[in-house]
């Protein structure tokens, strides 16, 4: 018989899916059971600074520890977390595909589960880093859907800043972007609006 294996879960999908809310209740249901679980988040995600905030109900808790880039994680949880029954890692995107592969060490080593939450791609439809590496190896991933303001499932996140949508080359700045940092409002869209929203920064169809 095999060894049973700590789950490495990627839950993903566009802004505004419920990600957030999801986490909360994920870690809550631990927590009414007396076990202790390690929120953290990549401190490139300057929004809510320590917080992690839910759109949906305005809800938010502290993360109990911010990931700085070039960070171990399997060390720091080994060293300060070793004990938790899950960790839960809040916009999962911003992690280097290194930093993915310490927290399938974190699920093998230490046989603590970890569950991701994060944007599959950025608003260019553009995979993450760090979604590239868990959607390579995650144990089960889980596809979040939520709506396009079409009516149509939302796949993917555009983003507006100071109301102009934004694509490479047209307001193009680098893939992050943290919201509240400035002006922009990202919003779930369906391939088709994200499409002619592109099309029409470009004025022709490039997509
Ligand atoms: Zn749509």
């Keep these: 018989m095999g ?3 700590a789950e490495l879960k990627f839950n993903f ?11 909360l209740r994920a870690a809550y249901s631990y927590e ?5 679980v390690a929120i953290m988040k990549p401190a490139v995600d300057t929004k809510a600074n320590q917080n992690i905030q839910s759109r949906i109900d305005g809800f938010e808790r502290s993360v109990n520890y911010l990931i700085c880039p070039g960070c171990n994680i399997l060390e720091v949880i080994r060293r ?3 004990k ?3 960790v839960i890692i809040d916009e999962a995107q911003f992690l280097s595909a290194e930093q993915i592969d310490q927290l399938r060490a974190v699920t093998l080593r230490l046989g603590i589960p970890v569950t991701c939450y994060g944007l599959r791609t950025d608003r260019f439809g553009e995979l993450f880093p760090g ?3 868990l959607l390579a190896i995650a144990d089960r991933l ?3 859907d939520t709506i396009c303001e079409c009516g149509s499932k939302a796949t993917m996140t555009g983003c507006f800043v100071d109301g102009k949508f934004t694509t490479k080359g047209a307001n193009g700045a680098g893939q992050v972007l943290i919201d509240g940092a400035t002006e922009a409002r990202y919003v779930a869209l369906c391939p088709r609006c994200h499409a002619d929203y592109t099309n029409g920064v470009y004025g022709k169809e490039v997509l």
């Design 80 to 82: 300060k977390f070793s």
């Design 3 to 5: 060894k049973s294996v």
């Design 32 to 36: 009414e059971k007396g076990l202790e």
């Design 131 to 133: 979604s590239t590496r």
């Design 84 to 86: 938790v029954s899950c």
């Design 142 to 144: 889980v596809e979040m």
């Design 13 to 23: 999908g566009p802004m505004g899916c419920g990600k957030t809310i999801d986490l």
